[in-house]
């Protein structure tokens, strides 16, 4: 599976949109991308997964250019509540298996 | 999408003595996993349950040290065995489920036990 490198930390404000950006330059052809959130003393949480352009839901959005060896999530106007690790993980179309990474713990302040 | 509940949530235990770790879900599933995460850590995958077959376990994990029964398709132990400090951890079980209102899988974690070996 392609590794994955994201940011281990990023700071925001209550109310800003929060941008992580994931690289996976080794990403397969039959490889799909996927964000977790994990809050402290809970199990990861899925968010969204795309494979190509833009993916939208309720939660967040991710974009990811043509070449797809990055992606970005984006989490519209964050609240404290989002203060969280963000895990980017490269799931194969066939394998049930996830590797996580090292995560991005993104921390919110008011 | 599956609900996940674990027991027990949180333990202390001496070492040398093992600990079973039960999940139970609220739907049949066909596979399930077994994840440790270690203090301050990310999670790393222990082993594949699936009903009906031996568990599959990842590298740097035994069934000695960590066996796995999948008696059903809701229901899973995992038994961590003379255990050493080492092993304190958070143990999380998750399967794989459909989205919802998605068409794809994705997997849905329990809340984890978190163990203390002393």
């Known amino acids: 599976l392609a590794k994955t490198t994201q940011p281990i930390s990023m700071d925001s404000y209550e109310g800003q949109e929060v941008n992580i950006t994931c690289s996976h330059n080794n990403i397969a052809t039959n490889d799909y991308i996927t964000w977790y959130q994990q809050f402290p003393s809970q199990g990861p949480r899925f968010i969204i997964q795309?494979?190509?352009t833009k993916v939208t839901n309720e939660v967040a959005s991710l974009f990811i250019p043509a070449d797809r060896k990055s992606s970005t999530l984006s989490l519209p106007r964050v609240s404290l509540s989002d203060t969280a690790v963000y895990y980017c993980?490269?799931?194969?179309?066939?394998?049930?298996?996830?590797?996580f990474g090292a995560g991005t713990t993104v921390t919110v302040r008011a | 999408s599956a609900v996940i509940s674990q027991k027990p949530s949180r333990d202390i235990c001496q070492r040398g003595t093992s600990l079973t770790i039960q999940c139970q879900v609220d739907s049949q599933v066909t596979m399930m996993f077994w994840y440790r995460q270690q203090p301050g850590q990310s999670l790393t995958l222990i082993a594949t349950?699936?009903?009906?077959?031996?568990?599959?376990?990842e590298s740097g994990f035994v069934i000695d040290k960590f066996p796995i029964s999948r008696p059903n398709l809701t229901f899973s132990t995992l038994t961590v065995s003379n255990m050493s400090p080492e092993d304190s951890s958070i143990y999380l079980c998750?399967?794989?489920?459909?989205?919802?209102?998605?068409?794809?899988?994705?997997?849905?974690f329990g809340p984890g036990t978190r163990l203390t070996v002393l």
């Open positions: 795309g494979y190509k």
């Open positions: 993980l490269v799931r194969r179309s066939n394998d049930y298996k996830l590797s």
């Open positions: 998750s399967v794989e489920d459909h989205a919802a209102g998605g068409s794809y899988n994705e997997q849905f």
């Open positions: 349950a699936n009903q009906g077959s031996e568990a599959t376990y």
